[in-house]
């Protein structure tokens, strides 16, 4: 399964479990409650602003979720102990044709950071048999991996952009619809002024709810990006110390 088709039905898990989170919180929340939350009750309703926060919210923890998986399978890498760890162990070429064959031939680590810096390294080291041009393909590697890192989150920081925004409209549109109200009720009703207040309240739940939903993105993705970065990290690391200082002319 590439990647592609993990994302996918990733997608389709995340949307399928934020209907069933709004199913169940339209049942089990009392009155207010869901009307903050949900707009249960509100024009439009299911399809209301804070719903569709809802499943885009989701859509972000499912592509947070497969980060976080991909950071833990770079981690159980380090602990596959491709290259020697004694520290009196020392590589020459010849050494390092049978570490390159057992990581060529696993098609299920093309994606992952220790068995791509591995391989670049010893085919750099093949072809110049020069440490300092290892080393350099090393470094080289650790900013590009950094980069394709940083790339992957382009759909979070847009998702983190498009919750408050959404919660922006359903503010304006609540407003909007409170002020259609206010001109088309009869100033002198008794009820003017609480009806007003109470949808301007709803109005304004929309804001609230996705600031909360953004900073709890926000908050989590922090975590899985310093998770992957640090996964990156201890790559590097492991090759440095078993790999590259190992090496010998």
């Given at each position: 399964?590439?990647?592609?088709?993990k994302?996918l039905?990733?997608?389709?898990?995340?949307i399928?479990?934020?209907?069933l989170?709004?199913f169940l919180?339209h049942w089990i929340?009392?009155?207010?409650?869901?009307?903050?939350?949900?707009?249960?009750?509100?024009?439009?309703y299911?399809?209301?602003i804070?719903?569709i926060?809802?499943?885009v919210?989701?859509?972000?923890?499912?592509?947070?979720?497969?980060?976080?998986i991909?950071?833990?399978?770079?981690?159980k890498?380090?602990k596959?102990?491709?290259?020697p760890?004694?520290d009196q162990?020392?590589?020459?070429?010849?050494?390092?044709g049978?570490?390159?064959?057992r990581?060529?031939h696993?098609?299920n680590?093309?994606?992952?950071?220790?068995?791509?810096?591995?391989k670049r390294?010893?085919?750099?080291?093949?072809?110049?048999?020069a440490?300092?041009?290892?080393?350099?393909?090393?470094?080289?590697s650790?900013?590009?991996?950094?980069?394709?890192?940083?790339l992957?989150?382009?759909l979070?920081?847009y998702i983190?952009?498009?919750?408050?925004?959404l919660g922006?409209?359903?503010?304006v549109?609540?407003?909007?619809?409170?002020?259609?109200?206010?001109?088309a009720?009869n100033p002198?009703?008794?009820?003017?002024l609480?009806?007003?207040t109470?949808?301007?309240?709803?109005?304004?739940?929309?804001?609230?709810?996705?600031l909360?939903?953004?900073?709890?993105?926000?908050?989590?993705?922090?975590?899985?990006?310093?998770?992957?970065?640090?996964?990156?990290?201890?790559?590097?690391?492991?090759?440095?110390?078993n790999?590259i200082?190992?090496?010998?002319?």
């Open positions: 399964m590439n990647d592609l088709q994302r039905i990733t997608l389709f898990i995340s399928i479990s934020a209907l989170f709004i919180l929340l009392p009155k207010t409650a869901a009307i903050i939350l949900l707009d249960k009750g509100g024009m439009g299911p399809l209301s804070q719903n926060m809802w499943v919210f989701f859509i972000g923890l499912g592509e947070l979720w497969n980060r976080f991909m950071a833990e399978a770079d981690l890498q380090l596959k102990h491709y290259l760890e004694d162990a020392l590589l020459q070429a010849g050494d390092l049978d570490i390159h064959q990581i060529y696993q098609a680590l093309k994606s992952l950071f220790l068995p791509r810096l591995i390294i010893i085919l750099q080291f093949h072809s110049s048999h440490i300092d041009q290892a080393n350099n393909i090393l470094n080289s650790l900013d590009l991996f950094l980069h394709e890192i940083d992957r989150y382009n979070l920081r983190q952009w498009l919750i408050p925004t922006f409209i359903g503010t549109i609540g407003i909007a619809l409170a002020l259609n109200y206010a001109g009720t002198s009703d008794p009820q003017l609480n009806q007003l109470l949808k301007l309240g709803v109005a304004f739940y929309t804001t609230l709810l996705a909360i939903l953004s900073a709890i993105l926000v908050f989590i993705m922090s975590i899985v990006q310093g998770r992957e970065e640090y996964a990156l990290n201890q790559a590097g690391q492991y090759c440095l110390d790999l200082n190992r090496l010998i002319q």
